[in-house]
C-alpha cells in the first residue's frame, strides 16, 4: 500500500501524485475533479484514505472499510461501533454486571435504561470477546417500567440464571447470569 501525503486543505492523497488532486484548481471556480461546486463544511460527510492526524481511531484501522466518526466537539472520535460497552449519554444507568472470569482484577459492563445486547459480536452493546463460547448475539437484558428482563437470543450454549439454563425471565439484584463459559453478578442500582 502507498503512503500518503495531506495537503493544506486537510485532503489525503497518495505521495506519487505532486498536488493534491481534490483541491480546486486555480481560475475553476472552485470545481473539483469531480465536478461538484459546493464548499465543504464540517457538518458535511468527509472522506478519507487514511486517517487525520487529530483524530483517534481504532488500533486496528482498515482503509478498505468505512468507519463513521462524529464531528461534533463532545464527541470522543472513536469509531461508531467499534468501541466495547458504549457509553450512552442519552438512556439513565439503571444497573451493572461484573465478571471475575477472565480478568482477576474484574470488567464491568453498564446496563441502561432499554435494551442491553451481548454477545461475541462487534455489534452488541456488551461485546464479549474474550469466550468464543459466547453465541455473536446471546442474550438481551431489557430495563423497562421498573423492571429488569432477560431473554437468550437462540444462543448456542444458553444461558444460566443461578445455574438454572433459562430462555428468559425477570432478573433481581445479586443474580447470577452465565453465558458461555463467562459468569456475571446482576447488580441494580437504586433509582
Known amino acids: 500500500m502507498s503512503e ?38 464540517n457538518e458535511k460527510t468527509q472522506v478519507f484514505s487514511k486517517p487525520a492526524e487529530n ?3 481504532n488500533e486496528t ?9 462524529s464531528s461534533h466537539p ?8 467499534n468501541s466495547q460497552n458504549k457509553p450512552s449519554n442519552t438512556r439513565r444507568l ?4 461484573v465478571t471475575f472470569d477472565h480478568n482477576p482484577n474484574g470488567k464491568d459492563f453498564r446496563i441502561y435504561e432499554g435494551r442491553n445486547t451481548f454477545g461475541f459480536g462487534k ?16 442474550l438481551t437484558i431489557l430495563f ?8 437468550d437470543e437462540m444462543s448456542t450454549n444458553g444461558t444460566f440464571l443461578n445455574d438454572v439454563l433459562s430462555t428468559e425471565g425477570k432478573l433481581k439484584d445479586g443474580d447470577k447470569i452465565r453465558i458461555g463459559n463467562v459468569t456475571f453478578l446482576f447488580r441494580t442500582a437504586q433509582v
Not at 463532545?74 to 461501533?81: E, H, I, L, R
Not at 439503571?94 to 454486571?97: A, E, Q
Request: aromatic residues 12%; hydrophobic residues 30%; glycine residues 6%.
Open 61 to 69: 484501522f482498515n482503509p478498505d472499510k468505512t468507519q463513521v466518526m
Open 123 to 138: 455489534d452488541n452493546d456488551m461485546v464479549i470477546d474474550f469466550d468464543s463460547s459466547v453465541s455473536t448475539k446471546h
Open 94 to 97: 439503571v444497573g451493572w454486571v
Open 74 to 81: 463532545s464527541a470522543s472520535n472513536v469509531p461508531v461501533g
Open 55 to 57: 483524530i483517534k481511531v
Open 144 to 151: 423497562r417500567l421498573g423492571e429488569y428482563l432477560f431473554k
Open 4 to 41: 500518503f501525503k495531506k495537503c493544506a486543505n486537510g485532503h489525503f492523497y497518495q505521495d506519487s501524485y505532486d498536488v493534491c488532486p481534490y483541491c480546486p484548481k486555480a481560475g475553476s471556480n472552485a470545481e473539483t475533479n469531480t465536478g461538484h461546486t459546493e464548499n465543504f463544511s
